[in-house]
């Protein structure tokens, strides 16, 4: 019980971590304009847009779940954000799902796909948008780990969550017409296998 706490009061943190220069931007542009989580991209997915979001989301999931495979074992000696559930088994579960959803998923959207992306792709449209918010969420994931694992696993860690951040901005904007909701859907997924890998293998 005490790890579902500590990850609750976690992922509030991270949540408004994550959210108070969005909400700033928001509240000194286009505060007037619509609601704070619509222009993030908390909004539905036109309902002729639906099957084939879905198909996306699936794919998108199985390929990043098979490299994540890849990258776990590539890490295996190595501490990481999943690290905390090693050997939990079965109890870990709810802490995973708390983890994965409210403290990862969720402000990692909130900051990359549905404040960042938008933001630079207004400005400069939405290829650049994509590139820059996929960019800097790789760097964000591998960065941290150049001192342990060394600067070529690092740059492929980079590499594969920059892709997989790349796509989920896709998918959102070009598929799912600018909701966010494929990209936590995929995002909170990929959290939830690594963190029940962590715990089982």
Known sequence: MGE???QIVNSLIQIVAFSVIPFIWWANTARNECDFLVWLGFKGI???KW???VVWI???TIAFLLLSVFILYFLRDINTASS???GLGIRAIPAILIYAILRTAIPEEILFRGFLLKR???RFGIIAGNIIQALLFGLLHGVMFFSSVGILKAIIIIVFTGVVGWLMGYVNEKIADGSILPGLIIHALANIFTGIYTAFF
């Open 4 to 6: 579902v706490v500590k």
């Open 46 to 48: 036109p309902k002729e």
């Open 51 to 53: 099957r084939k979001t």
């Open 58 to 60: 699936i794919v998108i």
């Open 84 to 86: 905390e559930f090693a």
């Open 120 to 122: 630079v792709a207004n």
